[in-house]
């Protein structure tokens, strides 16, 4: 599996040996999106052209397109994990959402 971004928004991409083709996938909005090519080339292609239909249609309806992300995370943990990430921002000298900032994105790097 491998994933590819275009405008912000991310796909899924995987290998249809069955049908000798790549299948994509937009993630993180509830529509679904997808596409599909013979070729990494062409795989790019049909990636920009699904979503620029996608963000098309929703202009023509009149609706905002779904982003991947708002910026905002709303999270249940143990109060002890609390504790210790609040204890560890501290001592790095950040608010919990910068020092939370920084572990989302090396974890989804990584």
């Known amino acids: 599996m491998s994933s590819m971004t275009y405008k912000g ?14 299948v994509g996938r937009v993630l993180g909005v509830r529509d679904i999106i997808s596409f599909h090519a013979s070729s990494v080339s062409a795989l790019h292609e049909a990636f920009s052209l699904a979503l620029e239909d996608y963000l098309a249609d929703c202009a023509e309806q009149g609706i905002a397109p779904e982003k991947p992300a708002s910026g ?29 900032d920084e572990v989302f994105e090396r974890a989804a790097r990584a």
């Open 9 to 22: 928004y991310s796909a899924r991409v995987e290998y249809d040996a069955r049908d000798d083709i790549f």
């Open 72 to 100: 905002k995370v709303m999270l249940r943990i143990r109060p002890e994990v609390h504790a210790a990430a609040s204890i560890a921002a501290q001592a790095a000298g950040k608010s919990l959402n910068q020092w939370a």
